[in-house]
Every structure is written in C-alpha cells, then in structure tokens.
Nanobody, 121 residues
Framework: QVQLVESGGDSVQAGGSLRLSCAASGYPGSRYSMGWFRQAPGKEREGVAAIHRDGSTLYAASVKGRFTISKDDAKNTLYLQMNSLKPEDTAMYYC???????????????WGQGTQVTVSS
C-alpha cells in the first residue's frame, strides 16, 4: 500500500516562494504518475501539476511558469516549487499517485493528507 506524506506548507506573502515535499513509501514501480492537487474552501479539488515516471510534466494554466514539479526517485520524494505566489494559490495541497498521466483527479488512487498553503496580499 502506498503512503504519501506532504510537508512544506506555510503562510507567506504574495510574491513569495514555497517548496512542498511529498514522501512516498510502499511506492510500487507500476505507478505511472505523481501529481499535486489543491482544494480551496468551497471549491472542487483541482490538478496543479503532474509528472510521469519518464519525467514528462503537465501544468495547470494558472500555475505554468510559476510552479515546477520534480521528483527524486532515489528518495521516493515528489516536490513542488512554487514561486511568485498569489492569494488565489491559497488552498490545501495534496500529492497523489496514479496510473494515468493527467491533471484530473480520477486518474489517481493514492492520496496524502494535505499541507496548507496560505498566501496573503
């Protein structure tokens, strides 16, 4: 069973940066992709970025050019570098693993508990 633990969330001012980490244990090599998702109060969970096991990446239009997803296979850790943060980036951020390389939630079946990111103006 895959277990995912996110960390790195914090409260920052607009324009600031954060790096989120997601430590994976029991990570089966058959997982095709890992992704970052976020959910703000009263809104649906949305895909932010995904990375295929071959290193290919996908980004939501709202974060492209500001966020970078990466992974360290030796450490079984997924990262999300977030720069130029905006108040609208405020949300709970979740990492996930799945069998489909996509930014939609249905492609993922293992989820972490989330880490809170709050961006103030």
């Amino acid at each position: 069973q895959v277990q995912l633990v996110e960390s790195g969330g914090d409260s920052v001012q607009a324009g600031g940066s954060l790096r989120l980490s997601c430590a994976a244990s029991g990570y089966p090599g058959s997982r095709y992709s890992m992704g970052w998702f976020r959910q703000a109060p009263g809104k649906e969970r949305e895909g932010v970025a995904a990375i295929h096991r071959d290193g290919s990446t996908l980004y939501a239009a709202s974060v492209k050019g500001r966020f970078t997803i990466s992974k360290d296979d030796a450490k079984n850790t997924l990262y999300l570098q977030m720069n130029s943060l905006k108040p609208e980036d405020t949300a709970m951020y979740y990492c996930a693993t799945g069998f489909i390389f996509t930014l939609t939630t249905y492609g993922y079946n293992d989820w972490g508990q989330g880490t809170q990111v709050t961006v103030s103006s």
